[in-house]
């Protein structure tokens, strides 16, 4: 068993005890373990899987850095919702705005941050029901 910390700049917290994580990085889906050696590594946006036992719970990330050191592990993240938590329709009404930002003649950083509004949206309409 570990304990994770998730941690966003507005002070928003929540800390669980857990025997695995499985988390988005560059490289596809990491999964952690109890023991795990210690590791610093991006996180993008996606869905983090936080088991205990055998319950899981789901929980919608930006991008950010986890870290894990002595069973102790560290996810710093712009934001975090819990599946639970997401208003599907708040998700659908960022995605269609995300859609259309996209339809226009952006220039590279307004383009990347429109993909980004995307990404995020269709990951948190992945966990509604």
């Known amino acids: 068993m570990f304990t994770l910390t998730m941690i966003t700049p507005e002070g928003k917290k929540h800390i669980s005890e857990n025997t695995r994580i499985s988390l988005p990085t560059e490289d596809g889906i990491r999964t952690i373990l109890a023991n795990h050696m210690d590791i610093v590594v991006p996180v993008e946006i996606g869905k983090v899987k936080v088991i205990k036992d055998n319950q ?20 710093f993240v712009r934001t975090f919702e819990f599946s639970e938590e997401i208003d599907r329709i708040r998700a659908e009404r960022a995605k269609e705005r995300a859609e259309e930002m ?4 952006l220039d590279s950083r307004e383009m990347h941050e429109a993909e980004l ?11 509604t029901r």
Request: a positive charge; hydrophobic letters at 45%.
């Open 117 to 127: 509004a995307l990404k995020r949206a269709l990951t948190r309409l992945s966990v």
């Open 56 to 75: 899981s719970d789901t929980v919608v990330i930006s991008e950010g850095i986890f870290y894990f050191k002595d069973n102790e592990a560290k996810l």
């Open 102 to 105: 996209l339809k226009r003649k």
